[in-house]
């Protein structure tokens, strides 16, 4: 009797796998932030970019909530932020009891409300910032041996789960 061989193929699901388990170990991956807004009235929000370090970037949501007949959500210009003005709105949110914004483009965004509430200090403005560099991928533990650095822990277990995780699934 000869010996039985078995040839071990990687099927299309199996190659996905793989593929996703590789992108999560050497890809960094940007996320959008939410940012909610507590928008009342006689709230004063004239430093809250200040308050949150300015880490507003492309891409992050505004979420502004508010009690419904009592405060509105209006996008203006910078004039209409500084005379509290919203006789030209960008655009203008007043129905329910919150609204949510996408900040696609890198550039201040200005808000107020315009039921009178704004000259108290009502009104928001807002600079997104682009979005930073990526991470860098973790260097190989190789060229980490070779230059005498010693890897730190947590890279070789998480290396070496995803060998042996491979491994057992190209295996099987």
């Given amino acids: 009797m000869g010996l039985a061989y078995r040839r071990r193929i990687l099927t299309p699901p199996r190659l996905v796998l793989v593929a996703v388990i590789m992108a999560i170990a050497g890809v960094a991956v940007t996320k959008a932030d939410k940012f909610t807004i507590k928008w009342y009235p006689n709230g004063n929000y004239t430093d809250w970019d200040q308050k949150n370090?300015?880490?507003?970037?492309?891409g992050d949501w505004l979420?502004?909530?508010?009690?419904?007949n009592q405060a509105d959500v209006i996008q203006v210009n910078q004039s209409?932020?500084?005379n509290c003005d919203a006789s030209n709105p960008i655009s203008n949110y007043s129905r329910g009891?919150?609204?949510a914004i996408q900040l696609n483009e890198s550039r201040p965004y200005y808000f107020i409300c315009s039921l009178g509430y704004c000259y108290g200090g009502m009104k928001l403005a807002v600079v997104a910032h682009p979005l930073p560099p990526p991470t860098p991928p973790p260097s190989p533990t190789v060229s980490l041996a070779i230059a005498g650095v010693k890897p730190p822990v947590g890279s070789f277990v998480a290396?070496?789960?995803t060998a042996l995780v491979l491994f057992r699934f190209l295996v099987t």
Wanted: charged fraction near 5%.
């Fill in 97 to 99: 009891r919150s609204y």
């Fill in 53 to 58: 370090n300015n880490s507003v970037h492309v």
């Fill in 159 to 161: 290396a070496a789960v």
């Fill in 63 to 68: 979420v502004f909530q508010y009690t419904a």
């Fill in 80 to 82: 209409g932020f500084n």
